[in-house]
């Protein structure tokens, strides 16, 4: 109950953060954003319906198609997120009368950032607002295709109605949003507790582990392995360490190994002992 309860909080957080970007960033400049979203604010720059009750009204075939497919547990998430994202929307619209920002670049940009941590917080807790999410679930649970070209499809061809609309200039100012949005999206899923991964192949693991331990004071994990084309069993070293500790244990290794294998990688989210729980060395 607990995990639901955190969930409903920070989809309910998510939504409005995201509801904000649209009225307060996109709206006044005529951008739009991707998805149900996107076709509601067209919708709205023509007619002038409200935008959360379209988003609303819209989504109502696809949770239909939810509940038939992806089962009631999923659904009942997904009428949370997208009502209260509804909602949000039109209960901040005044917002957009207030003009935060003039120039439409910089209104793009900020956009992108604020829906980006928005949306962020709704799937970080395995959340949904509705809108193309469901059409990816049910596209992943049934169909081998890739839904990411589907939806990129979908959003240039809103992008396409949006340049005949307003003009090339806004189109491109949405895609600017659009992607910035996208990829912090992917950061606050991800989380910002960004690491690296360093595997060490060498014949000198012992004095390798001793440096390690001594001057940068990160735990080391040692797995077994073995050389395809020599057979020879070997030892292969993993460290987790921040980016400052990088250079420090490339140079602890040349010096004792210069002949060791190294791999450097990016770690999207490090959780545990030594990174975000008190105790001593990682693994």
């Not at 409005?16 to 006044?28: D, K, Y």
């Not at 997120?81 to 909602?87: A, D, M, R, V």
């Not at 917002?95 to 439409?104: E, G, K, R, Y």
């Not at 390798?208 to 004071?217: Q, S, T, Y």
Request: hydrophobic fraction near 50%.
């Amino acid at each position: 109950m607990k995990k639901t309860i955190n969930q409903y909080v920070w989809v309910a957080i998510g939504c409005l953060i995201s509801a904000i970007s649209i009225n307060a960033f996109l709206v006044p400049h005529h951008l739009l954003s991707g998805g149900v979203s996107g076709l509601a604010i067209i919708f709205y720059f023509l007619f002038g319906l409200p935008i959360g009750m379209q988003i609303l009204v819209m989504n109502l075939p696809l949770l239909y198609a939810a509940y038939r497919f992806l089962g009631k547990e999923y659904t009942i998430g997904t009428i949370y997120g997208t009502i209260l994202f509804s909602l949000a929307v039109d209960a901040t619209r005044y917002v957009s009368q207030l003009n935060l920002i003039d120039d439409p670049m910089i209104s793009a940009i900020t956009g992108g950032v604020v829906s980006g941590i928005g949306s962020g917080l709704i799937f970080r807790v395995n959340g949904s607002a509705g809108g193309l999410d469901i059409v990816a679930a049910i596209v992943r649970k049934f169909y081998s295709l890739n839904f990411g070209a589907v939806g990129f499809g979908i959003n240039c061809l809103i992008m396409v109605v949006a340049a005949g609309l307003f003009g090339l200039k806004l189109a491109i100012l949405t895609l600017i949003s659009m992607f910035i949005g996208a990829n912090l999206t992917d950061k606050v899923v991800e989380g910002f507790n960004r690491k690296k991964t360093i595997f060490i192949v060498s014949y000198n693991t012992d004095a390798i582990v001793d440096v390690i331990l001594k001057e940068v004071g990160r735990g080391v994990t040692i797995l077994h392995g073995q050389g395809a084309y020599t057979r020879q069993s070997k030892q292969v070293l993993f460290v987790v360490v921040s980016l400052m500790q990088i250079a420090k244990i490339k140079q602890l290794v040349d010096e004792v190994d210069p002949q060791a294998f190294m791999i450097v990688q990016d770690a999207a989210e490090v959780m545990g002992r030594g990174f975000t729980l008190p105790g001593s060395r990682q693994i």
